[in-house]
């Protein structure tokens, strides 16, 4: 969407206005293909560096606006929550010292973004999902204050015309409602971008498609949400989710989720690519356009911009996206790489986009059709098993299953090598990026660091703290900026600095059993005495808390014959002393004592969302 004034297509008038703008553009598109006015034979990379804040307690900011507005660089844009933002890199020839100076002018860029923070209180966090994230940051309170997010979330919430249950399960699992597209704002990501030749389009496509898997595994490095270790990228699972607006009766036109790897290899041309995409997923929003329409524009000579196309295409989300832009003399056509993850360093980020680069530009002859050497359903499947497994998964190529390590050392880097040296990139840019890569396999990814070094952190400390932990050490050694590849686990000073006073949230139990209110007592009482449970909820039909039964109130009632006649009703308290989850322990403690209970509720409004014992605020002592 850029820095569109968007709105939404309400009226009759406004759908057809927009809609004769993105015909236009399509005819538009298609005249210049067809002319050859594209530019050619030259190849740019750039990107896009998405990044975190967070403030004292390595938790979320809400400073984004006020660090933004303090920075005033036109390099700098907002993101979705008021918690990220984002870095455009300036596009460069790939050739010579590019990947070195991008390196270094996003380091620069970032750097900046320190100091700006800092004036806040706050620090920069480059890392896939940020781990202290919690339901409390993904209310609309954390929306960025711009009216396109706004217009956004409204039209997406229209077209679905109802809430979405996301889950997600890996080791553990997760269940999660939500009523807007905040869930897509725990993403953030390392967007690379190279230009295609457009008579090259689909070769082009299909490879990015084909290798999508194997370069996604070493880079994955999203693994835990919300204290839950999920997949090792669980990026992939939490946004394809976050913005799906199919409603599970496939009433709506739209088969396939707007995040998502696509269903075949794509054939024909670019502009093929999108009347396809036109036809698979409905428009959510327009803007004003110019007076002259793009068709016009091309048949003076000029490059239209292809406003209506462009913000169409900003609300579509495949992992390979292809963009049309007029970055010099003649518009050209780019792939955008959506998948690889922010973090866990500068170093580690333009590894990953020289890695990517090398294979695209290194594609051996014999895979200009892709089409002829592999099912499209197999790529599909590598790339989520990359998702879910990284570097511990098998892929599927060349008719043969072969472990990701062996595939990406033996075939893959050795693309790599020979594709950016085929561009003439500095050998020292080559040999030290890719390097990054090679370690990397032969070590630890950014998902395995996370994962080994939060279980041993568990053994510890409680989940609350763990998570600042290791926001903290990622802060730390990306400071450093060693590779992670080289990444130890955390230290002393780490372990204090993320420790803070606890509130409620922190020492609740969240995996709790509970009752409902139609179950047999008996069944009930017995589940109590047989897990030596002091306290258990009741629910009602609607899964909101009604009542609590105590052990102290049913214990002598578990081996009586009365309890077979008894209900739930009969036997729990419904006179409750709740507590919230930001409250602090010191009124929780003092709530306990005033009524001489030993149990608090945990609530929102009347959701239960954990139980605090006595015992949880003993152990915290």
């Given at each position: 969407m850029g820095n569109l004034a968007v709105k939404t297509l309400d009226t009759s008038l406004e759908r057809?206005?927009?809609?004769?703008?993105?015909?236009?553009?399509?005819?538009?598109?298609?005249?210049?293909?067809?002319?050859?006015?594209?530019?050619?034979?030259?190849?740019?990379?750039?990107?896009?560096?998405?990044?975190?804040?967070?403030?004292?307690?390595?938790?979320?900011?809400?400073?984004?606006?006020?660090?933004?507005?303090?920075?005033?660089?036109?390099?700098?844009?907002?993101e979705l929550?008021?918690?990220?933002?984002e870095i455009n890199l300036d596009p460069r020839r790939l050739q010579g010292t590019c990947l070195s100076d991008m390196h270094n002018q996003l380091r620069d860029l970032l750097g900046r973004a320190q100091e700006a923070a800092a004036r806040h209180g706050d620090k920069i966090i480059l890392t896939g999902v940020l781990p202290t994230i919690s339901t409390r940051h993904l209310g609309q309170a954390y929306m960025a204050p711009l009216n396109r997010y706004r217009i956004l979330n409204e039209a997406v919430k229209h077209v679905r015309d109802s809430d979405l249950e996301m889950h997600i399960k890996g080791v553990d699992e997760v269940n999660l409602h939500h009523d807007s597209i905040m869930y897509e704002g725990c993403n953030t990501s390392f967007q690379s971008h190279l230009q295609i030749d457009p008579e090259d389009f689909s070769s082009a496509y299909n490879w990015a498609q084909a290798i999508a898997g194997p370069v996604l595994s070493v880079c994955a490095n999203s693994p835990l949400l919300m204290g839950r270790e999920l997949w090792e990228e669980t990026r992939i699972a939490l946004f394809s989710q976050s913005v799906d607006t199919r409603r599970s009766t496939f009433r709506l036109n739209e088969r396939e989720p707007r995040v998502g790897f696509g269903s075949e290899?794509?054939?024909?041309?670019?502009?093929?690519?999108?009347?396809?995409?036109?036809?698979?997923?409905?428009?959510?929003?327009?803007?004003?356009?110019?007076?002259?329409d793009s068709l016009e524009q091309v048949n003076r000579g000029q490059a239209p911009a292809l406003t209506?196309?462009?913000?169409?295409?900003?609300?579509?989300?495949?992992?390979?996206?292809?963009?049309?832009?007029?970055?010099?003399?003649?518009?050209?056509?780019?792939?955008?790489?959506?998948?690889?993850?922010?973090?866990?360093?500068?170093?580690?980020?333009?590894?990953?986009?020289?890695?990517?680069?090398?294979?695209?530009?290194?594609?051996?002859?014999?895979?200009?059709?892709?089409?002829?050497?592999?099912?499209?359903?197999?790529?599909?499947?590598?790339?989520?098993?990359?998702?879910?497994?990284?570097?511990?998964?098998?892929?599927?190529?060349?008719?043969?299953?072969?472990?990701?390590?062996?595939?990406?050392?033996?075939?893959?880097?050795?693309i790599a090598y020979r594709g950016l040296?085929?561009?003439?990139?500095?050998?020292?840019?080559?040999?030290?990026?890719?390097?990054?890569?090679?370690?990397?396999?032969?070590?630890?990814?950014?998902?395995?660091?996370?994962?080994?070094?939060?279980?041993?952190?568990?053994?510890?400390?409680?989940?609350?703290?763990?998570?600042?932990?290791?926001?903290?050490?990622?802060?730390?050694?990306?400071?450093?900026?060693?590779?992670v590849a080289t990444w130890k686990k955390y230290t002393c000073n780490e372990v204090f600095s993320g420790r803070r006073s606890a509130s409620v949230r922190d020492l609740m139990s969240t995996r709790i059993i509970t009752a409902h209110e139609n179950d047999s007592a008996a069944l009930v009482v017995h589940l109590m005495k047989w897990n030596g449970f002091h306290h258990l909820p009741v629910l009602d039909g609607n899964q909101e808390l009604i009542g609590l039964l105590s052990w102290k109130d049913v214990g002598e009632l578990a081996d009586s014959p009365e309890i077979y006649d008894m209900r739930i009703a009969d036997l729990m308290k419904t006179e409750l002393i709740t507590t919230g989850p930001d409250k602090s322990i010191r009124s929780a403690r003092e709530l306990m004592a005033s009524y001489g209970i030993h149990c608090l509720p945990v609530v929102s409004g009347r959701e239960l969302i954990g139980l605090l014992t006595s015992t949880d605020i003993d152990n915290e002592d």
């Open positions: 057809a206005q927009y809609y004769r703008q993105l015909l236009t553009d399509i005819a538009a598109l298609e005249v210049m293909l067809e002319d050859g006015l594209f530019e050619r034979n030259e190849m740019h990379i750039g990107a896009e560096q998405e990044f975190c804040l967070v403030n004292a307690d390595w938790e979320p900011s809400m400073n984004a606006p006020k660090i933004l507005s303090d920075l005033n660089e036109p390099h700098f844009t907002p929550t008021r918690y990220n933002l290899w794509e054939t024909g041309s670019a502009a093929d690519f999108f009347k396809r995409s036109v036809a698979r997923y409905r428009s959510l929003i327009s803007t004003d356009f110019e007076a002259s209506a196309l462009s913000l169409y295409n900003g609300t579509v989300y495949p992992w390979n996206r292809l963009c049309y832009g007029r970055g010099g003399k003649k518009p050209h056509l780019r792939i955008e790489n959506r998948y690889l993850p922010s973090g866990p360093t500068t170093a580690d980020e333009i590894a990953n986009l020289a890695f990517w680069t090398g294979i695209m530009t290194g594609r051996p002859s014999e895979f200009d059709d892709i089409r002829k050497k592999m099912d499209f359903r197999d790529a599909k499947k590598n790339f989520f098993h990359a998702a879910r497994y990284g570097m511990s998964a098998q892929f599927r190529w060349q008719g043969k299953d072969v472990p990701a390590r062996e595939l990406l050392l033996d075939f893959f880097l050795p040296s085929r561009m003439q990139v500095a050998g020292a840019d080559i040999t030290k990026y890719l390097k990054l890569i090679e370690n990397r396999i032969r070590s630890q990814s950014g998902a395995e660091w996370k994962i080994r070094t939060y279980r041993e952190l568990r053994k510890e400390l409680r989940q609350p703290d763990a998570l600042r932990v290791l926001t903290a050490s990622l802060y730390n050694r990306s400071l450093k900026g060693y590779p």
